[in-house]
């Protein structure tokens, strides 16, 4: 059986990581954009890096580009950005493709082990549905991924434990890291 472990990225400056690095720790990997509606999630995901590293936990973030062009620059810029704006601190890779014939291995993985079930309701969610439609009808079946800040639990064994949409409140996604880290 596959497991995150068994894959290898690049890290911003270009240099191969086995994310069996990571091995034993509970992640979370997300796909992001520095010029999206959505990225404001970083000073949550920060918080949540900030009170959680200490118990074994670490976000893996992905800028991807792919979506309206919201990543644009490159990783020092988008690192950057990052910094200045949100503080972050948890590791940040190379940007890279999560749909179409680019895709990265790791999220093609990670949406075949939990596939898009939808962005939920209310008006945010059926507005980004409608720009996900459009922007997707491109990749076709390999559109694993619907928006940025599309994040994936992976718990300590490697296995992919939930899929978060964009749209997730937030405090869903802490509690469920939470939950995680105490097993």
């Known amino acids: 059986m596959a497991a995150v472990y068994d894959?290898?990225?690049?890290?911003?400056?270009?240099?191969?990581?086995?994310?069996?690095?990571?091995?034993?720790?509970?992640?979370?990997?997300?796909?992001?954009?520095?010029?999206c509606g959505f990225t404001p999630h970083y000073e949550p995901l920060e918080e949540m890096y900030k009170e959680f590293r200490e118990k074994g936990?670490?976000?893996?973030?992905?800028?991807?580009?792919?979506?309206?062009n919201q990543a644009p620059g490159d990783g020092d810029e988008i690192h950057d950005f990052c910094t200045l704006h949100y503080g972050t601190e948890f590791p940040q890779f190379a940007k890279l493709e999560v749909n179409g014939e680019n895709a990265s291995p790791l999220f093609a993985y990670l949406a075949t082990?939990?596939?898009?079930?939808?962005?939920?309701?209310?008006?945010?969610?059926?507005?980004?549905?409608?720009?996900?439609?459009?922007?997707?009808?491109?990749?076709?079946?390999?559109?694993?991924?619907?928006?940025?800040?599309?994040?994936?639990?992976?718990?300590?064994?490697?296995?992919?434990?939930?899929?978060?949409?964009?749209?997730?409140?937030?405090?869903d996604v802490r509690a469920a890291v939470a939950a995680e880290l105490e097993k």
């Open 7 to 35: 894959f290898k990225v690049k890290d911003r400056t270009g240099e191969e990581v086995n994310l069996s690095d990571y091995a034993g720790k509970v992640l979370l990997i997300v796909n992001t954009a520095t010029g």
């Open 57 to 68: 936990f670490e976000i893996l973030d992905f800028p991807c580009n792919q979506f309206a």
């Open 113 to 171: 082990e939990k596939p898009f079930a939808g962005f939920g309701k209310g008006l945010k969610s059926g507005a980004l549905k409608k720009f996900a439609d459009m922007n997707n009808k491109q990749f076709g079946e390999k559109a694993y991924i619907k928006w940025n800040f599309t994040k994936f639990l992976i718990g300590r064994d490697g296995a992919v434990v939930a899929r978060f949409e964009p749209t997730a409140d937030m405090k």
